[in-house]
C-alpha cells in the first residue's frame, strides 16, 4: 500500500472481531435445534456471521425447517446466549489494540449488529473495555443493521469525524460492505477460516489483529514489536508425538513433531494461524528451542488446521509416541502461500532464525525453566 491514509479514529466490530463468539454460538444453536430434534451441522455459520439476530434466526429457522416463527426462536435463545456471556474470550490482540490506541489517545467507537444491552453485557466481562470506547451503538439504535452503513455514519456523527477519516475493523462480509458503503477505510479480519478471497471489498485484509499494522493508516504503530517477534501471553500444549503428512522431512527437508489435533482442538481453535515460537520439552531428552506453524498450511492446502513444531535440534532418531510439551511464547507472522517450495524452505529456515535469536532474550528465555516442560 503505497498511500498512508489520515485515519482520525478506529470503529470496531464487536462479536468475530474482538470478541471469540463464534464457539459460543455453535454451543447455543447445537442445544436448541436440539430441542426440535435437528442437529446443527454448522453449514449455516457463514450465513449467520455479521447479522442481526432476527436475520440470523430467519436463516436458521429456513434452512432446518423448524416450526416456530424467527421472532420466536430469538426468544428462546436470547437466555441461552446470555448464560454464555461471562465465557466469551478476547480474540487474541484485542486487548492490546483496545490498550494501545486508549493509551495513544485515538477515539474508539464500537458498532455491532447486536443490541445494545447484548453488547453492554458482553463487554462487561472484559476489563477497561467500556470505558475505552467514546461511543457504544447497537443495531437496535439505527434504523437498519449492517449491511447498512447506517451504523457506522452514526458512529462518525457521534465521534465528531468525517466518515473518510475512520477505520473500520470487521470480521464479517455484511460489515464491510457497511464500512464502504460508509465510505470508511475498511480493514477485515476474517473470522472464518479460508474466507479472504471473499472480501475483496475491503481496503486490507489481514489474517488477525495480531498482523494490523496502525502505520499504513497514519495511526501511532504497536511498540511491542521485539526483533521482528511479538510476545504473546505463553500458553501451553502437549501429548504423545504422533504421524503427521509424512512430508516434512520427505518434502521440505523440516521435520515437525506433530500432535493430535482431536486433543488440542479447543486451544487451536482459539488461536489465529500462523508462525509460532517457543520451548519444547521431550520426556527423557531434554528442552530445545522450537518454532511451528499453526494452521492450513496454504502452500499444501490442507484440510484441517494442524500444529507443526520443528525443534531446533539435530536428533538421532524418531521420537514418535513420546509425550512432547510445548510453551509457545511468541509470535512471528501468518501463514502464507508460497510461489514455490523452495521460497517456502527458505521462508520457514528464516523463521528459525529469527526463532533462535529471539529465544535468548530474556522475556522468552525464563520459560526455559517452566514447569510444564519438564515432564516427570
Ligand atoms: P510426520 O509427517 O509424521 O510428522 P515428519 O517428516 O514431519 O513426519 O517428521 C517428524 C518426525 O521426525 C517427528 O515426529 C520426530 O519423531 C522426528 N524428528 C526428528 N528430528 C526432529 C526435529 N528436529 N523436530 C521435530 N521432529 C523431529
Ligand atoms: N506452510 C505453509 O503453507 N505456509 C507457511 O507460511 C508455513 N510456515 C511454516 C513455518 C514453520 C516455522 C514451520 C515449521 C512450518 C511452516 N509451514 C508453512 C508448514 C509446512 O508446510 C509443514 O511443516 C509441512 O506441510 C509438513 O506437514
Ligand atoms: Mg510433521
Redesign the pocket.
Known amino acids: 500500500m503505497s498511500v498512508t491514509k489520515l485515519i482520525k479514529c478506529v470503529i470496531l466490530d464487536l462479536d468475530g472481531t474482538l470478541l471469540n463468539t463464534d464457539g459460543i454460538v455453535c454451543n447455543v444453536l447445537k442445544i436448541s435445534l436440539g430441542k426440535y430434534g435437528k442437529e446443527w451441522d454448522g453449514r449455516e455459520t457463514l450465513k449467520i456471521v455479521g447479522k442481526t439476530p432476527f436475520e440470523a434466526a430467519s436463516a436458521v429457522v429456513e434452512d432446518y425447517g423448524l416450526p416456530c416463527s424467527p421472532v420466536e426462536f430469538v426468544s428462546e435463545l436470547s437466555p441461552l446466549f446470555s448464560q454464555q456471556w461471562c465465557n466469551i474470550k478476547a480474540l487474541p490482540g484485542a486487548n492490546r489494540l483496545i490498550k494501545h490506541l486508549k493509551s495513544k489517545g485515538v477515539p474508539m467507537a464500537l458498532a455491532s449488529n447486536s443490541p445494545r444491552e447484548s453488547i453492554d453485557a458482553k463487554i462487561s466481562f472484559h476489563d477497561g473495555w467500556k470505558d475505552s470506547f467514546s461511543v457504544i451503538i447497537g443495531g437496535d439504535e439505527v434504523r437498519t443493521g449492517k449491511p447498512s452503513p447506517d451504523i457506522f455514519f452514526e458512529a462518525a456523527r457521534r465521534l465528531r469525524i468525517e466518515p473518510s477519516s475512520c477505520l473500520v475493523i470487521e470480521d464479517s462480509l455484511p460489515g464491510v460492505t457497511a464500512g464502504k458503503a460508509a465510505e470508511m477505510e475498511v480493514v477485515a479480519v476474517p473470522s472464518l477460516p479460508k474466507q479472504s478471497h471473499l472480501y475483496t471489498a475491503a481496503d486490507e485484509v489481514i489474517n488477525s489483529l495480531l498482523d494490523l499494522q496502525l502505520e499504513k493508516w497514519g495511526l501511532p504503530p504497536f511498540a511491542d514489536w521485539v526483533e521482528r517477534t511479538l510476545p504473546v501471553d505463553p500458553w501451553y500444549i502437549g501429548g504423545p ?10 518434502v521440505l527437508g ?5 500432535l493430535s489435533t482431536k486433543e488440542c482442538s479447543d486451544l487451536l481453535a482459539q488461536y489465529p494461524s500462523g508462525v509460532y515460537f517457543g520451548w519444547a520439552g521431550l520426556s527423557t531428552r531434554g528442552i ?1 528451542k522450537m518454532v511451528m506453524s499453526i494452521g492450513w498450511n496454504p502452500y499444501f492446502s490442507n484440510k484441517e488446521k494442524t500444529i ?8 538421532t ?4 509416541g ?1 509425550e512432547l510439551r510445548l510453551v509457545i511464547v511468541g509470535y512471528i507472522r501468518p501463514e502464507f502461500n508460497f510461489p514455490s517450495l523452495e521460497s517456502l524452505i527458505a521462508k520457514i529456515h528464516e523463521d528459525r532464525r529469527v526463532a533462535e535469536r529471539a529465544l535468548d532474550l530474556p522475556l522468552y528465555s525464563s520459560y526455559k525453566n517452566n514447569s510444564h516442560l519438564r515432564i516427570s
Open positions: 508425538v504422533i504421524k503427521g503428512f509424512g512430508r516434512g522431512s520427505k523440516i521435520p515437525t513433531a506433530n530445545f507443526e513444531p520443528w525443534l531446533l535440534h539435530e536428533f532418531e524418531d521420537f514418535y513420546e
